[in-house]
Each structure stands twice: as structure tokens, then as C-alpha cells.
T-cell receptor, first 114, second 113 residues
């Protein structure tokens, strides 16, 4: 079955440090790839997405992600984390088709310490 | 652009009553909307896919008679939790699809007493 793996359930980084959140998807045709962020009690906000083309995509809030086909990965990065980045981050994939269903990872909870 | 709203943002109801949650795409038309349920500290669980003008498609294990979905227009889908019970208390989130991307609403927290 198609799946998305976020190996890190919880990550703590210091403010100003760099960040990388990992995401791997099960092998298959290249899906559409997404990263969403969820603050407590809120819905999900789209950070960035990859459909095709340049494998390094830029998103909002200074985030970027790199698609690596050989590793079936789509890791999210930020060079300098701010305290306001503390939230839950979800990687999601859409393998296409008429329904455009998303398959979500289990999420990574990011804590930022001063 | 691509803003999705949900109403209400939170609701408290008595057991046995029905609750309706609205999901609207404010600045785009969405032929497909999705309804999710999220338990504390967990990922989203897809409940159903709502297509404008047709019956919703429910995921396995989701009771269609309990969670009624109506997608009356290209900008509005509603989820009605019928005869709600405490176990239906949860965070319900909708999304609307635009340009092959799902945009999410802010969620509705339901508490059934």
C-alpha cells in the first residue's frame, strides 16, 4: 500500500539553528508532494508543493524542500528557525487520479527552544 | 488566495442532537472537498470525499448515515453529525481542492456532552 513516513515524531531545535524534517514515500510513480504546517487548534497551512520540474522548491516562511527521486524523499528544510515555527508538520502525497486524495505522514512535532 | 473557511469554529451539543458544519471555499471553486477527523496528537483521518452535485464517497469504517455530507455548490460542502454521541467529539477539518492542491479550513472542534 502507498504510504508516507515521517521518521521523527518529535524534534527540538534551538532558535536560529537549521532544521531538516524528513519525509519518505513508498516507491511508485512520482507523486505530487506537499508539506503542511499545523499550529495547535488550527487547520493545516500549505508550506510548499512539488509537482514537477526543479527538484528544489521554495515555500512560504523561508522553508524549502528537495525532491530526491532516488531516495523517494521530500525533506523540508529551513536555514534558521524562529520560535514561531514551533508547530506540527505534515508531509503528504497525492498519487493522482480523479480523487486527488492525500496520504499523510504521521507528523513531526517541532519544538523551538530559546 | 485559496482561502477555506469553516463554521462554526467550535460547538458544544447535547448527546442525541445533530450538528451541521459548513466548509466554504472563499475565493475559488472546488468541485471536490474532503472531510477529515483528527484525534489529539494524531494525523488526519480522511472521512469522505465530497463532490459537487453527486453523492459523497465515504472511507471504510465511516458511517454514511451518521455523517451526512452535502456538496450543494462549488463553494460549499456541509457535514452533519446526526444523533451525536460523546465518542463523536473530535476536531473536524475540511479541505477544498484547487489546482490539484488541497487547501484546508481552520477546523471545527465538536464536544458532545
Amino acid at each position: 500500500a502507498q504510504s508516507v513516513t515521517q521518521p521523527d515524531i518529535h524534534i527540538t531545535v534551538s532558535e536560529g539553528a537549521s532544521l531538516e524534517l524528513r519525509c519518505n514515500y513508498s516507491y511508485g510513480a512520482t507523486p505530487y508532494l506537499f508539506w503542511y504546517v499545523q499550529s495547535p487548534g488550527q487547520g493545516l497551512q500549505l508550506l510548499l508543493k512539488y509537482f514537477s520540474g526543479d527538484t528544489l522548491v521554495q515555500g512560504i516562511k523561508g522553508f524549502e524542500a528537495e525532491f530526491k527521486r532516488s531516495q523517494s524523499s521530500f525533506n523540508l528544510r529551513k536555514p534558521s528557525v524562529h520560535w514561531s515555527d514551533a508547530a506540527e508538520y505534515f508531509c503528504a502525497v497525492n498519487y493522482g487520479g480523479a480523487t486527488n486524495k492525500l496520504i499523510f505522514g504521521t507528523g513531526t512535532l517541532l519544538a523551538v527552544q530559546p | 488566495g485559496a482561502v477555506v473557511s469553516q463554521h462554526p469554529s467550535w460547538v458544544i451539543c447535547k448527546s442525541g442532537t445533530s450538528v451541521k458544519i459548513e466548509c466554504r471555499s472563499l475565493d475559488f471553486q472546488a468541485t471536490t472537498m474532503f472531510w477529515y477527523r483528527q484525534f489529539p496528537k494524531q494525523s488526519l483521518m480522511l472521512m469522505a470525499t465530497s463532490n459537487e452535485g453527486s453523492k459523497a464517497t465515504y472511507e471504510q469504517g465511516v458511517e454514511k448515515d451518521k455523517f451526512l455530507i452535502n456538496h450543494a455548490s462549488l463553494t460549499l460542502s456541509t457535514l452533519t453529525v446526526t444523533s451525536a454521541h460523546p465518542e463523536d467529539s473530535s476536531f473536524y477539518i475540511c479541505s477544498a481542492t484547487g489546482q490539484e492542491t488541497q487547501y484546508f479550513g481552520p477546523g471545527t472542534r465538536l464536544l458532545v456532552l
